[in-house]
């Protein structure tokens, strides 16, 4: 019997209490994406849609020692929809070859660290001559005389899975968390405004997470931004989209410059509504072309002046599609945290062009009136138009 894993077991969430029709289709798409990952990252493997798991074994072309069932569940934990993943041997369901594995996995047991043993058995009882409690205990008995280890069933420091199914069972050592969701590409698609900043790529990556494709859309504000600005536009967005190979996150830049200059000249305290404004009107324009049902922003009520609650009204008034704002209750620690977490704070460290556009004293608590009489007549118009202007920017 193999004695190192041979499969990755792949988990899922919240598809799982979707209507059957609804649950299959989630999970058909969850494995198209799933293989995505593996081709994107070169790591060979053939992904199994199956009612409760996703399973990844060697492919058919494989050589023995090809497959690398680590990495296939490394990869696979990094899709939008999968809570976990684990390595796992492929044994028989019979109480034996699951304590021969177990056995197998525990010959790298940290000396003095406990263990516990966790069984799933699915099917009819009459099939499997044991209980889950009985085979884990069993099984753990079996890792107790070969480690001498101790038995924590509450904290231990390692847990030996057993999957139990009908013909077959999975037996793992090793698991890593996932970031849930839904499948991306089963909500449709939106078009989310992107700096590059600390907070736009947290909110596309909740985005992706929450199952649509993004599309960033980021506006070069000329001798308000930079080439350094776009750079680092360029680097979060693909760090956000690299879970997502499959979809066309490439950043769509808009040149605004001459638009950022015109209202700076033009407008005073209202000025950073205004360009809001101006912003959610292009975003909406490439959602026409693309085929995108909304919009999406990175901001969060009360972070800053143009994001206050009576501003956002005023700033939404110039969109058409809803605007969707996964921040919208976060506090900036939170979102910190996160860019850490999903690899985009580094990037994102320095101001953007925004800061340097905003007036010396802002306006905190407009009214649609007053913003429309400040701003240029034509403003919403010459951002629609700028949409033409876009280009994509590769950054691979």
Known sequence: MQQSPDIAVVRYGEA???SDKVR????????ENVRAILDDRGIPGAVERHWSRLLIRPPATAADGEFDAD????AAADAFGVVSTRPAIT????ADALAEAAVALAADHPGGATFAVRANRAGKPEIHPFTSQEVASEVGAAIGDATGAAVDLDAPDRAYRLDIREDEAFVSAVEYGGPGGLPVGTQ????ALFSGGIDSPVAAWELFK????VVPVYLDLGDYGGSDHLARAVETAGTVARSAPHVDARLRVVPAGGLVDDLVAATGPTRMLSLRRAMLRVAEAVADDVGAHSVATGESIGQKSSQTGPNVRVTDAAASLPVHRPLLTRDKPEIVAQAREIGTFVDATMNVGC???A?????TNATIESVEAAEPDDLLARAEALAEERYVVDGN
């Open 16 to 18: 799982g209490i979707k």
């Open 91 to 94: 044994t028989p369901p019979a």
């Open 355 to 357: 800061e340097r556009v």
């Open 71 to 74: 990495a296939a569940a490394r």
């Open 188 to 191: 449709g698609t939106t078009v």
């Open 210 to 213: 929450r199952g649509l494709e």
């Open 24 to 31: 299959g289709q989630m999970l058909d798409r969850l494995a």
């Open 359 to 363: 007036p010396e004293y802002p306006e």
